[in-house]
T-cell receptor
Framework: KNEVEQSPQNLTAQEGEFITINCSYSVGISALHWLQQHPGGGIVSLFMLSSGKKKHGRLIATINIQEKHSSLHITASHPRDSAVYICAVPSSGNTGKLIFGQGTTLQVKP | NAGVMQNPRHLVRRRGQEARLRCSPMKGHSHVYWYRQLPEEGLKFMVYLQKENIIDESGMPKERFSAEFPKEGPSILRIQQVVRGDSAAYFC???????????FGSGTRLTVV
């Protein structure tokens, strides 16, 4: 079993829809990261959160430490949101290295 | 602040050649991480360095791969005698310390022909 599991693996939405991507992890963590990667592009760090909820524009990330679960929400989705969204957690040992989920490929159609 | 700079963006090498990938961390960041993304696979940790020290290289292949982060200059990931299986995107990330967020570079896409 992977230490970080994301669902769904692929997601297609119509422009304007509300989107939720889920991430479950099995290790104890200090913080969880949500990353975005466009096709052939670099990686952008969207959020780092250790509790509660964070919001940035149309993006909202929540985390429940007790349940070891996090969600990334996109409100009023737009075709430019089409990308791979990756959840990552630090491995044990406090070295800072990240363990990644397999990613969720999102396509938003106009 | 230019962010994390990786170069080159694209690198083509013939089998048996050496590949050198460079990463300049953000100003003020002394922690550097290298990750590899094989085609159709997720990101995997390779090595974690601080200035002049390798802290964790548990993700590095035992042979042909090495990394350094000298006192002056960028971090270098070196792959000797490249093989087709080394073709991947290599990403560098930096942070101020392990408690802070990371900034990723744009990656170097290595193609071995």
């Amino acid at each position: 079993k992977n230490e970080v599991e994301q669902s769904p693996q692929n997601l297609t939405a119509q422009e304007g829809e509300f989107i939720t991507i889920n991430c479950s992890y099995s290790v104890g963590i200090s913080a969880l990261h949500w990353l975005q990667q466009h096709p052939g592009g670099g990686i952008v760090s969207l959020f780092m959160l250790s509790s509660g909820k964070k919001k940035h524009g149309r993006l909202i990330a929540t985390i429940n430490i007790q349940e070891k679960h996090s969600s990334l929400h996109i409100t009023a989705s737009h075709p430019r949101d089409s990308a791979v969204y990756i959840c990552a957690v630090p491995s044990s040992g406090n070295t800072g290295k990240l363990i990644f989920g397999q990613g969720t490929t999102l396509q938003v159609k106009p | 602040n230019a962010g994390v700079m990786q170069n080159p963006r694209h690198l083509v090498r013939r089998r048996g050649q050496e590949a050198r990938l460079r990463c300049s961390p953000m100003k003020g960041h002394s922690h550097v991480y290298w990750y590899r993304q094989l085609p159709e696979e997720g990101l995997k940790f390779m090595v974690y360095l601080q200035k002049e020290n390798i802290i964790d290289e548990s993700g590095m292949p035992k042979e042909r791969f090495s990394a350094e982060f000298p006192k002056e200059g960028p971090s270098i990931l070196r792959i000797q005698q490249v093989v087709r299986g080394d073709s991947a995107a290599y990403f560098c990330a930096s942070s101020r310390d392990t408690l802070y967020g990371y900034t990723f570079g744009s990656g170097t896409r290595l193609t071995v022909v």
